[in-house]
């Protein structure tokens, strides 16, 4: 999203007293994260944090990400369309739910829809004010765009914003950067926010953007893409989507689904070339110490003791949904299932994954990110595992101009050319970042031994779970109650 000059001294302007304190005590090592984080980091962290503590009704928090400002700078842009698969595709997922559960999970059933999304590569030789060309259709776009990629990297990218914000338009920046550092494109997905659509009705939309990538319908744009030239990536809940994708395929090709059918014909369940997840947000549960360990250097509160949001949000049209939920995402019953929540998925599960790359800061969701790596590599993938202290959620895409932003999205780029170029080694070990070196120095850790261990991660999200499974059935109990009432 664009921001006006306006709109950011509106934001920035009421806040000056917080800046000038934080800058005077982080200098004079007096703040509380000064041990690891210079004052602009802990400025911006704190300016972040206080716009977000805000309690409005959740359509209002969900439009300003679904306002496109207009498509301008060094970038393309062809929106297109996905159109609605065969049953088979939802039928796909509802077998993978069943095939890692246990048969306690419940779950709405979406429909299977038509997906929208965004191709997105690099613009040479313009302004980064230059405004959209000109054009008469999409397909124009698309094939300027394609005029310019120079490699077959393919990213099938998912945006962030805990699945109910957000939108490809808010991540240009992020797709745009990777193309034009990869020399491919990227396809950006518009599934189905939370809460009008319920977990599994994203994993549906994922399933459907990766098999049109393949196998184009008449009058898609673009020309078959093999799978080993995608790489899955995404930020946040588009890390989880990212990673829910990948198990989703490997149960399924476990369970003997070699193909599906889609579009009139059947078609072969691939591998990606690769997977990449940018601070993965792969515990629905929150519940691991990193969210608590790490508060004052992120800007997500922490829920409370029993899940809480730290904040309420005044009813709406949207939400609470009806009958209610205790979660935005999903039923609470869902909470801990492997496709619910990735982290829950064992190493087994994960046998037989391509390359991986997370990066994590010293952020809520460290924990969850080690643990995943590490289990991944327990699974035996190639494993590329890079932390950097002190830094918040989603770091590289607030500050991609400073040293670690830049090293951030290089490493995610150069990753995403060697899963495609079948050059990813597998590796012993992940780096993290020490905190304010400048050049950038770097400590290793043993991709086998980091992070908490399995009896904890089990254990708190399971707690979680059961808080959520009680405060959903008291809502329930209460909705259907005032039901009879009307009646």
Not at 20 to 33: A, D, P, V, Y
Not at 111 to 128: C, F, I, L, P, Q
Not at 387 to 399: K, L, V
Request: hydrophobic share 35%.
């Amino acid at each position: 999203m664009d921001i006006t000059p306006w709109t950011l001294a509106k934001l920035i302007i009421p806040k000056l007293p917080l800046i000038f304190r934080l800058m005077i005590t982080n200098r004079l090592g007096l703040s509380s994260c000064s041990d690891r984080q210079d004052p602009r980091t802990e400025i911006v962290v704190a300016i972040i944090r206080s716009s977000l503590d805000v309690s409005k009704p959740l359509g209002e928090i969900q439009a300003p990400g679904l306002r496109d400002p207009g498509v301008k700078g060094q970038l393309w842009v062809a929106t297109a369309k996905c159109p609605a698969p065969d049953s088979a595709v939802r039928d796909a997922v509802i077998r993978g739910i069943k095939e890692l559960g246990d048969g306690t999970e419940t779950y709405d059933l979406p429909s299977v829809a038509d997906v929208e999304g965004e191709w997105t590569g690099h613009r040479a030789g313009v302004d980064k004010k230059a405004p959209r060309p000109h054009l008469s259709t999409e397909k124009e776009h698309y094939d300027s765009l394609m005029k310019e990629v120079t490699s077959p990297v393919t990213i099938l990218y998912f945006h962030g914003g805990a699945y109910f914000v957000m939108d490809p338009i808010s991540h240009r920046a992020v797709t745009s950067a990777l193309a034009k550092k990869t020399g491919g494109r990227c396809f950006s997905v518009r599934y189905r926010l939370a809460p009008q659509t319920a977990f599994p009705g994203q994993l549906i939309d994922a399933l459907t953007t990766y098999l049109y990538l393949q196998y184009p319908p008449p009058g898609s744009f673009h020309e078959p893409v093999k799978a080993s030239d995608i790489v899955f990536a995404g930020d946040s809940a588009g890390g989880h989507l990212s990673f829910g994708l990948l198990l989703l395929i490997l149960t399924l090709r476990r369970a003997g689904v070699t193909s599906i059918p889609y579009h009139g014909r059947d078609v072969p369940l691939e591998l990606p070339g690769g997977v990449t997840g940018n601070s993965p947000w792969v515990d629905i549960c929150r519940s691991l110490p990193s969210v608590n360990r790490n508060a004052k250097y992120d800007y997500l509160d922490p829920p409370s003791a029993t899940g809480l949001p730290a904040r309420s949000l005044p009813d709406d049209e949207i939400w609470p949904t009806k009958p209610p939920r205790a979660e935005i995402f999903c039923r609470a019953s869902t909470m801990t299932h492997p496709l619910g929540s990735p982290l829950a998925a064992s190493p087994e599960l994960w046998q037989g994954a391509p390359p991986i790359f997370i990066c994590t800061g010293n952020e809520g969701l460290e924990d969850e990110d080690v643990v995943l790596a590490r289990r991944l590599y327990q699974a035996g993938a190639a494993v590329e595992f890079v932390g950097y202290e002190g830094q918040p959620h989603c770091f590289g895409m607030i500050f991609p101009t400073t040293p670690i932003g830049i090293d951030c999205f290089g490493r995610w780029a150069a990753f995403a050319k060697s899963a495609v170029g079948g050059t990813v080694e597998r590796k012993d070990e992940g780096q993290w970042c020490i905190a304010k070196s400048n050049p950038l120095k770097w400590r290793p850790v043993k991709l086998g031994e980091m992070g908490v261990d399995d009896e904890l991660v089990r254990k708190r999200m399971n707690e979680m779970k059961g808080h959520a499974v009680e405060r959903e059935a008291e809502k329930v109990r209460e909705y259907e109650k005032d039901n009879r009432a009307k009646l």
